[in-house]
């Protein structure tokens, strides 16, 4: 019995594909979707750990590949320097679960830890590298 | 009723004068009414702080003994331009370093020297009885060298396009990362705070005006590379594309890494974000019509970056209170959107520019020269001599 954190990235014409069944029925997998964004006909992004037998793990990444969805082990945590930060906000268009915004008030940048799905789309938009993972 | 120049000035001087930043100036005259405001307002402080490729800097290093003639330059394995001279260089903020490829250029090194880190200054030469050294390996700092100025051959576009990607790959473009199937849209002007948007037909700001130029005091030196200003425009005067432009000049050794930054986009290359903020003198009513616009007056227009030609496929026009939101719609879809440009840091500097006003440090100029209302924006075609 293994425990995986994986980020899976839907294509918008597989969203509504019922993924999570499948991984249940084929695979005998254990899940907990710790955090998911995904609306119909728009791209999805979906935090999930996954418990079973190792080999059946691998079988339903296999799986989930070869259905057309990017898979990737879950980092950790992002962290923000704010010293490099400039608050141009240009992260906040890739953010797809809005954990990165700018604050109205002051147009500065604010991030939702609790609304972050690790999936690491913004780490390489930030122009002044001050976007990391820390894995 | 009008104001001169060396009114305003003598009001710094008697610390009397009334400065308000272009955001606060929007308020101001929507409750005070256009003619109140034209007499009690003195300047408006606007600024922008953006990545602006086409900058760069003139650095003079002194002469070794014995002398060079430098003619390959190289800064921590940037090539700076050596065709002046024997030790002037002109360093260029989107050169790329030789050995570190895209994550580090001119711009790092523009930013490396201002935080006053030392600087490995390689040169190579053919030799003269004048200049016999063939090559020299040293380090410099701001200090030990001599005169360094940017000359930034166009900053500050009056206004720019914003970008979508409808392919169906991410790409990664001056824009920023674009995701696909229309997946975000990024946008770059300070907007209703961006200097040439509060003064659109360049009534103030011309030839010899004195700028804040990142931490320092410049001036515009001439008017910018590309400098389009027959664009279409609204009746409020502000253009939807690009327009105008501004050469700029100013001493590095004042300048603070707090308002340039040296950036790498993604898969495009290094740029520099400059933090440019100029004074705008109210000298009537009709500057307080311009200096009054807000962002949901000034328009810009969507483009398609994963079309790789020169004219893009348009989404339509979309005003920069809708960008700065952070949704719009294109075609029909509900679309992220983020600036390119800060925000936050043009209006520090927005601030930063009436506090020095207010405290006697800058004083207003007339300009020397306009910049011109009309010029010819041309194109680059494949021709041969005949077709000229």
Redesign the interface.
């Known amino acids: 019995m293994v425990r995986r954190k994986l980020v899976l990235s839907f294509p ?1 014409n597989i969203v509504t594909s019922p993924i999570t069944y499948k991984l249940v029925k084929e695979f005998n997998l254990e899940f907990n979707i710790l955090r998911a964004e995904i609306t119909p006909d728009m ?1 999805g992004k979906m935090l999930i750990e996954l418990r079973g037998d190792k080999v059946l793990i691998d079988d339903a990444i296999k799986y989930l590949t070869d259905t057309g969805i990017s898979v990737q082990e879950a980092a950790k945590d992002i962290i923000i320097s704010k010293d490099k930060c ?11 679960t ?1 954990a990165l ?2 604050d109205s008030s ?3 940048l604010k991030f939702n830890k609790d609304k972050c799905i690790l999936c690491e ?1 913004c780490l ?2 930030c ?3 001050a976007i990391k993972v820390h894995i | 009723m009008s104001k001169t120049i060396e009114e305003i000035n003598e009001k710094i001087r008697n610390g009397k004068v009334v400065v308000l930043n272009a955001e606060e100036i929007i308020d101001y005259a929507e409750k005070k009414g256009v003619k109140r405001t034209a007499k009690e307002v003195d300047v408006v402080t606007t600024a922008t702080f953006g990545p602006m490729c086409s900058s760069g800097a003139f650095l003079n290093f002194g002469h070794s003994d014995p002398p060079i003639k430098m003619t390959r330059i190289l800064l921590n394995d940037v090539p700076a331009y050596a065709g002046i001279a024997a030790v002037d260089a002109y360093i260029g903020a989107t050169e790329l370093s030789e050995t570190e490829g895209l994550s580090y250029g001119g711009a790092y090194v523009i930013e490396d020297l201002i935080s006053g880190k030392p600087v490995k200054l390689r040169a190579t030469s053919h030799g003269t009885d004048c200049y016999p050294r063939r090559e020299i390996e040293t380090y410099i700092t701001i200090d030990t060298i001599n005169q360094a100025y940017f000359f930034n051959p166009r900053n500050a576009y009056q206004n720019y396009a914003a970008a979508t990607n409808s392919s169906n790959r991410t790409i990664y473009t001056y824009m920023g990362k674009l995701l696909p199937n229309l997946g975000n849209v990024t946008y770059c002007s300070a907007g209703q705070l961006s200097p040439l948007l509060n003064d659109p037909y360049y009534r103030t700001i011309g030839i010899g005006t004195r700028i804040f130029l990142a931490g320092g005091q410049g001036y515009v030196s001439w008017y910018g590379t590309q400098h389009n200003p027959g664009r279409e425009r609204l009746p409020n005067g502000t253009p939807f594309g690009t327009a105008g432009t501004l050469a700029v000049i100013g001493n590095l050794k004042e300048m603070s890494p707090e308002y340039l930054r040296a950036c790498t986009f993604q898969g495009y290359g290094v740029s520099i974000f400059i933090g440019i903020g100029i004074p705008i003198p109210v000298i009537d009513e009709e500057m307080v019509e311009f200096l009054k616009i807000k962002d949901e007056d000034i328009y810009t227009e969507i483009f398609d970056y994963s079309v790789q030609r020169r004219n893009r496929p348009s989404y339509g026009r979309v005003n920069y209170r809708e960008l700065r939101s952070g949704k719009i719609r294109v075609k029909g879809k509900s679309v992220q959107t983020g600036s390119i440009s800060s925000y936050s840091k043009a209006l520090e500097i927005s601030n930063v520019l009436k506090k020095e006003i207010k405290q006697c440090k800058f004083y207003l100029t007339n300009y020397v020269a306009p910049l011109p209302a009309e010029e010819k924006y041309n194109t680059l075609d494949i021709l041969s001599k005949e077709e000229l």
Do not use: A, H, M, R
Request: aromatic share 4%; net charge negative; charged share 20%.
């Open positions: 918008e791209e400039i608050d141009c906000g240009v992260c906040t268009s890739i953010c797809i809005q915004t700018l002051n147009f500065k789309l390489d938009c122009p002044v590298s």
